[in-house]
Protein backbone atom coordinates (compact mmCIF):
# COMPACT_ATOMS: atom_id res chain seq x y z
CA UNK A 1 0.00 0.00 0.00
CA UNK A 2 2.83 2.28 0.77
CA UNK A 3 4.56 1.37 -1.81
CA UNK A 4 1.55 1.91 -4.49
CA UNK A 5 0.99 5.75 -2.43
CA UNK A 6 4.59 6.98 -3.07
CA UNK A 7 4.99 5.78 -6.96
CA UNK A 8 1.29 7.40 -7.32
CA UNK A 9 2.19 10.53 -5.72
CA UNK A 10 5.94 10.73 -7.29
CA UNK A 11 3.74 10.25 -10.85
CA UNK A 12 1.81 12.68 -9.78
CA UNK A 13 4.20 15.53 -8.92
CA UNK A 14 6.50 14.73 -11.85
CA UNK A 15 3.06 15.06 -14.62
CA UNK A 16 2.08 18.03 -12.57
CA UNK A 17 4.80 20.29 -10.83
CA UNK A 18 8.79 20.56 -11.42
CA UNK A 19 9.45 18.97 -8.40
CA UNK A 20 9.35 15.24 -9.38
CA UNK A 21 11.98 13.54 -11.77
CA UNK A 22 10.28 13.66 -15.32
CA UNK A 23 8.96 10.32 -16.44
CA UNK A 24 7.06 8.53 -19.09
CA UNK A 25 3.68 7.46 -17.67
CA UNK A 26 1.32 5.05 -18.62
CA UNK A 27 -3.02 5.72 -18.91
CA UNK A 28 -3.42 3.80 -15.55
CA UNK A 29 -0.20 5.77 -14.10
CA UNK A 30 -1.99 8.80 -15.41
CA UNK A 31 -5.85 7.95 -14.11
CA UNK A 32 -4.58 6.79 -10.66
CA UNK A 33 -2.57 10.28 -10.14
CA UNK A 34 -6.15 11.88 -9.24
CA UNK A 35 -6.10 9.94 -6.00
CA UNK A 36 -3.15 12.01 -5.13
CA UNK A 37 -4.53 16.01 -6.13
CA UNK A 38 -4.52 16.30 -2.54
CA UNK A 39 -1.32 15.42 -1.28
CA UNK A 40 0.15 17.13 -4.55
CA UNK A 41 -1.78 20.48 -3.62
CA UNK A 42 -0.61 20.00 0.33
CA UNK A 43 2.96 19.63 -1.13
CA UNK A 44 2.69 22.78 -3.72
CA UNK A 45 1.10 24.85 -1.01
CA UNK A 46 4.19 24.00 1.64
CA UNK A 47 6.60 24.97 -0.77
CA UNK A 48 5.57 28.38 -1.93
CA UNK A 49 4.53 29.40 1.07
CA UNK A 50 7.41 28.16 3.38
CA UNK A 51 9.95 30.63 2.37
CA UNK A 52 7.21 33.51 3.36
CA UNK A 53 6.13 32.04 6.85
CA UNK A 54 9.58 31.56 8.20
CA UNK A 55 10.04 35.61 8.17
CA UNK A 56 11.17 36.13 3.91
CA UNK A 57 10.44 39.62 3.18
CA UNK A 58 8.90 39.73 6.02
CA UNK A 59 7.86 43.61 6.06
CA UNK A 60 6.76 43.86 2.57
CA UNK A 61 3.76 41.70 1.94
CA UNK A 62 3.26 42.91 -1.71
CA UNK A 63 6.98 41.57 -2.73
CA UNK A 64 6.11 38.18 -0.59
CA UNK A 65 2.29 38.42 -2.67
CA UNK A 66 4.40 38.60 -6.17
CA UNK A 67 6.75 36.03 -5.17
CA UNK A 68 4.49 33.72 -3.76
CA UNK A 69 2.03 33.58 -7.14
CA UNK A 70 5.54 33.49 -9.01
CA UNK A 71 6.74 30.43 -7.74
CA UNK A 72 3.30 28.49 -7.79
CA UNK A 73 3.47 29.44 -11.99
CA UNK A 74 6.58 28.35 -11.72
CA UNK A 75 6.52 24.89 -9.76
CA UNK A 76 3.58 24.05 -12.03
CA UNK A 77 5.46 25.07 -14.92
CA UNK A 78 1.99 27.19 -15.38
CA UNK A 79 -0.30 24.06 -16.67
CA UNK A 80 -3.08 24.86 -14.65
CA UNK A 81 -2.73 28.96 -15.96
CA UNK A 82 -3.00 27.44 -19.48
CA UNK A 83 -6.58 25.77 -19.19
CA UNK A 84 -7.82 28.65 -17.31
CA UNK A 85 -6.99 30.99 -20.19
CA UNK A 86 -8.28 28.85 -22.76
CA UNK A 87 -11.71 28.04 -21.10
CA UNK A 88 -12.15 31.70 -20.95
CA UNK A 89 -11.28 31.92 -24.81
CA UNK A 90 -13.79 29.16 -25.59
CA UNK A 91 -16.64 30.53 -23.07
CA UNK A 92 -15.88 34.02 -24.13
CA UNK A 93 -16.53 33.34 -27.72
CA UNK A 94 -20.07 32.05 -27.33
CA UNK A 95 -19.31 29.38 -29.52
CA UNK A 96 -20.54 25.79 -29.84
CA UNK A 97 -19.14 22.27 -30.49
CA UNK A 98 -16.47 21.61 -32.93
CA UNK A 99 -15.58 25.12 -32.90
CA UNK A 100 -15.45 25.57 -28.71
CA UNK A 101 -13.02 23.06 -29.06
CA UNK A 102 -11.10 24.25 -31.42
CA UNK A 103 -10.72 27.69 -29.89
CA UNK A 104 -10.08 26.16 -26.48
CA UNK A 105 -7.09 23.75 -28.06
CA UNK A 106 -5.72 26.86 -30.05
CA UNK A 107 -2.00 27.46 -28.31
CA UNK A 108 -2.83 30.87 -28.92
CA UNK A 109 -4.07 32.62 -26.56
CA UNK A 110 -7.29 35.03 -27.60
CA UNK A 111 -8.65 38.38 -26.03
CA UNK A 112 -10.62 36.54 -23.46
CA UNK A 113 -8.21 34.02 -22.44
CA UNK A 114 -5.75 37.36 -22.11
CA UNK A 115 -8.36 38.98 -19.44
CA UNK A 116 -8.90 36.09 -17.39
CA UNK A 117 -4.96 35.48 -16.83
CA UNK A 118 -4.58 39.12 -15.56
CA UNK A 119 -7.55 39.48 -13.62
CA UNK A 120 -6.78 35.40 -12.46
CA UNK A 121 -2.80 36.55 -11.98
CA UNK A 122 -4.14 39.98 -10.11
CA UNK A 123 -7.11 38.76 -8.12
CA UNK A 124 -4.12 36.12 -6.75
CA UNK A 125 -1.82 38.48 -6.24
CA UNK A 126 -3.80 41.01 -4.11
CA UNK A 127 -5.52 38.40 -1.77
CA UNK A 128 -1.99 36.86 -1.20
CA UNK A 129 -1.05 40.51 -0.38
CA UNK A 130 -3.90 40.52 1.91
CA UNK A 131 -3.28 37.35 3.51
CA UNK A 132 0.16 38.21 4.30
CA UNK A 133 -0.51 41.42 5.60
CA UNK A 134 -2.89 39.94 8.23
CA UNK A 135 -0.56 37.32 9.03
CA UNK A 136 -2.77 34.56 7.50
CA UNK A 137 -0.66 32.92 5.43
CA UNK A 138 -1.44 29.72 6.05
CA UNK A 139 -4.48 29.68 3.94
CA UNK A 140 -1.74 29.75 1.18
CA UNK A 141 -1.25 26.24 1.68
CA UNK A 142 -5.07 25.37 2.08
CA UNK A 143 -5.64 27.20 -1.46
CA UNK A 144 -3.38 24.85 -3.87
CA UNK A 145 -5.31 21.63 -2.28
CA UNK A 146 -8.89 23.39 -2.51
CA UNK A 147 -8.36 23.96 -6.23
CA UNK A 148 -6.96 20.31 -6.95
CA UNK A 149 -9.37 18.39 -4.72
CA UNK A 150 -12.53 20.66 -6.82
CA UNK A 151 -10.87 19.27 -10.25
CA UNK A 152 -11.05 15.65 -8.94
CA UNK A 153 -14.71 16.60 -7.95
CA UNK A 154 -15.40 18.19 -11.42
CA UNK A 155 -13.88 15.03 -12.83
CA UNK A 156 -16.50 12.97 -10.91
CA UNK A 157 -19.17 14.84 -12.35
CA UNK A 158 -18.66 15.14 -15.99
CA UNK A 159 -17.59 12.75 -19.19
CA UNK A 160 -14.85 13.61 -21.66
CA UNK A 161 -16.08 14.23 -25.28
CA UNK A 162 -14.94 12.07 -27.74
CA UNK A 163 -11.87 14.12 -28.88
CA UNK A 164 -10.16 13.99 -25.37
CA UNK A 165 -7.25 12.05 -25.14
CA UNK A 166 -5.37 12.91 -21.73
CA UNK A 167 -8.81 14.36 -20.22
CA UNK A 168 -10.25 11.05 -20.55
CA UNK A 169 -7.35 9.16 -18.55
CA UNK A 170 -7.71 11.67 -15.81
CA UNK A 171 -11.12 11.40 -15.44
CA UNK A 172 -11.37 7.50 -15.26
CA UNK A 173 -9.51 7.69 -11.61
CA UNK A 174 -11.97 10.23 -10.45
CA UNK A 175 -13.87 7.67 -9.27
CA UNK A 176 -16.82 8.26 -6.74
CA UNK A 177 -13.78 6.53 -3.63
CA UNK A 178 -11.39 9.07 -4.46
CA UNK A 179 -13.77 11.99 -4.58
CA UNK A 180 -15.29 11.53 -1.33
CA UNK A 181 -11.50 10.59 0.87
CA UNK A 182 -9.86 13.94 -1.18
CA UNK A 183 -13.05 16.08 -0.08
CA UNK A 184 -12.70 14.79 3.48
CA UNK A 185 -9.28 15.89 3.49
CA UNK A 186 -9.84 18.75 1.83
CA UNK A 187 -12.18 19.77 4.69
CA UNK A 188 -10.04 18.44 7.58
CA UNK A 189 -7.28 19.88 6.09
CA UNK A 190 -8.95 23.84 5.49
CA UNK A 191 -11.10 23.51 8.62
CA UNK A 192 -7.79 23.09 10.95
CA UNK A 193 -5.53 25.83 8.91
CA UNK A 194 -8.65 28.77 8.32
CA UNK A 195 -11.37 28.02 10.31
CA UNK A 196 -14.82 26.39 9.62
CA UNK A 197 -16.59 29.67 8.36
CA UNK A 198 -13.72 29.67 5.53
CA UNK A 199 -13.77 26.26 4.50
CA UNK A 200 -17.60 26.54 4.30
CA UNK A 201 -17.39 29.60 2.47
CA UNK A 202 -14.96 27.87 0.13
CA UNK A 203 -17.01 25.38 -0.44
CA UNK A 204 -20.10 27.23 -1.25
CA UNK A 205 -17.64 29.47 -4.00
CA UNK A 206 -16.37 26.15 -5.51
CA UNK A 207 -19.89 24.44 -5.59
CA UNK A 208 -20.76 27.45 -7.77
CA UNK A 209 -17.58 27.31 -9.98
CA UNK A 210 -18.29 23.63 -10.52
CA UNK A 211 -21.83 24.23 -11.16
CA UNK A 212 -20.94 26.99 -14.21
CA UNK A 213 -18.13 25.12 -15.35
CA UNK A 214 -20.65 22.22 -15.16
CA UNK A 215 -23.47 24.07 -17.10
CA UNK A 216 -21.19 24.60 -20.01
CA UNK A 217 -19.54 21.37 -20.23
CA UNK A 218 -23.20 19.98 -21.01
CA UNK A 219 -23.52 22.71 -23.20
CA UNK A 220 -20.29 21.40 -25.51
CA UNK A 221 -20.43 17.39 -24.91
CA UNK A 222 -18.46 17.10 -21.70
CA UNK A 223 -14.73 18.43 -20.12
CA UNK A 224 -11.25 18.26 -21.22
CA UNK A 225 -7.83 18.66 -19.22
CA UNK A 226 -8.65 22.29 -19.79
CA UNK A 227 -11.07 22.48 -17.67
CA UNK A 228 -9.57 20.55 -14.63
CA UNK A 229 -6.73 23.44 -14.68
CA UNK A 230 -9.11 26.12 -15.45
CA UNK A 231 -11.11 24.67 -11.76
CA UNK A 232 -7.46 24.40 -10.06
CA UNK A 233 -6.98 27.93 -10.56
CA UNK A 234 -10.79 28.55 -10.19
CA UNK A 235 -10.61 26.70 -6.35
CA UNK A 236 -7.61 28.75 -5.41
CA UNK A 237 -9.33 31.98 -5.72
CA UNK A 238 -11.82 30.80 -4.06
CA UNK A 239 -10.29 29.49 -1.30
CA UNK A 240 -8.00 32.89 -0.82
CA UNK A 241 -11.02 34.50 -1.31
CA UNK A 242 -13.49 32.91 1.11
CA UNK A 243 -11.09 33.74 4.27
CA UNK A 244 -11.57 37.35 3.72
CA UNK A 245 -15.56 37.45 3.32
Not at 58 to 67: D, E, G, K, M, R
Not at 108 to 137: C, D, K, P, Y
Not at 216 to 222: D, M, S, V, Y
Not at 223 to 230: C, H
Request: with cysteine; aromatic share 12%; proline share 2%.
Amino acid sequence: MQIRFWNEYTTALSFMTRLGSPRMCTNEEIAATMRQFFAVGLTVGIVITLPFAVGAFSHHPWVQAWLWVFLSIWVTRALHWDGWADIWDGWGSCAQGERFWEIVKDSRVGAFGAIAMVIGILGQTILAHELFATSNWQVLIFAPIAGRVASVIIGHLSDAPKSSTQGRLFLQGATRQTVVIQTTLAVITGTILCGLLPTLYTTLLCALMLWSYLRLAKLQGGINGDFLGATVIGGELAAMLAFLI
